[in-house]
Structure formats: structure tokens, C-alpha cells
């Protein structure tokens, strides 16, 4: 059961920091090579600015998914960085 539940929680922080990582791309994408301010898409932009900008900061933000990866890694051999591939 132990095995089970360890499972679901790398594959759930593997999504996670996958997801992160993609998302913040997309941002600095936009943001730097388009130059396109993000409350110029509307709500979207503004809780996706929110999020990375307000809640987490722009130095953990920028660390949170290779600080995932170098825990998965440490925890399961794996870093995991395409979650659909275990």
C-alpha cells in the first residue's frame, strides 16, 4: 500500500513541476520575445502573474521545478521530467 501511495505522489509532483516549468515558459515567452503585458489577457494573465509573481516569488518560481526534479531524483532514481514516461 506504502508503494502505492509513494507512487501517486512522484507522479503527482512530476505533473506538477512538468506543468510548471511549461507554464512558466509560456509566460516569459509572451512576456519577453512577444512583448506582450499579461494583463493584457485578461484574468488569465492576472492569476497566472499572480500566482508566480505574488504567491511563490520570482526567485522560487524560477527553482521550484528543478528543486522537484533533483528531489525526485534523490528519492526514486528518477528525476521524472516527462511525467508520462516512468
Given at each position: 500500500?506504502?508503494?502505492?501511495?509513494?507512487?501517486?505522489?512522484?507522479?503527482?509532483?512530476?505533473?506538477?513541476?512538468?506543468?510548471?516549468?511549461?507554464?512558466?515558459?509560456?509566460?516569459?515567452?509572451?512576456?519577453?520575445?512577444?512583448?506582450i503585458?499579461?494583463?493584457?489577457?485578461?484574468?488569465?494573465?492576472?492569476l497566472?502573474?499572480?500566482?508566480?509573481?505574488?504567491?511563490?516569488?520570482?526567485?522560487i518560481a524560477i527553482?521550484?521545478?528543478?528543486?522537484?526534479?533533483l528531489?525526485?531524483?534523490l528519492?526514486?532514481?528518477?528525476?521524472?521530467?516527462?511525467?508520462?514516461?516512468?
Open positions: 500500500m506504502v508503494s502505492g501511495i509513494k507512487q501517486n505522489l512522484t507522479r503527482l509532483l512530476s505533473w506538477y513541476a512538468f506543468l510548471h516549468a511549461v507554464t512558466l515558459s509560456a509566460i516569459l515567452f509572451v512576456h519577453f520575445v512577444l512583448n503585458d499579461m494583463t493584457l489577457l485578461g484574468k488569465p494573465g492576472k497566472l502573474e499572480a500566482y508566480f509573481l505574488d504567491l511563490l516569488g520570482r526567485n527553482s521550484l521545478s528543478p528543486v522537484l526534479w528531489i525526485l531524483r528519492l526514486t532514481g528518477s528525476a521524472r521530467i516527462l511525467p508520462w514516461r516512468f
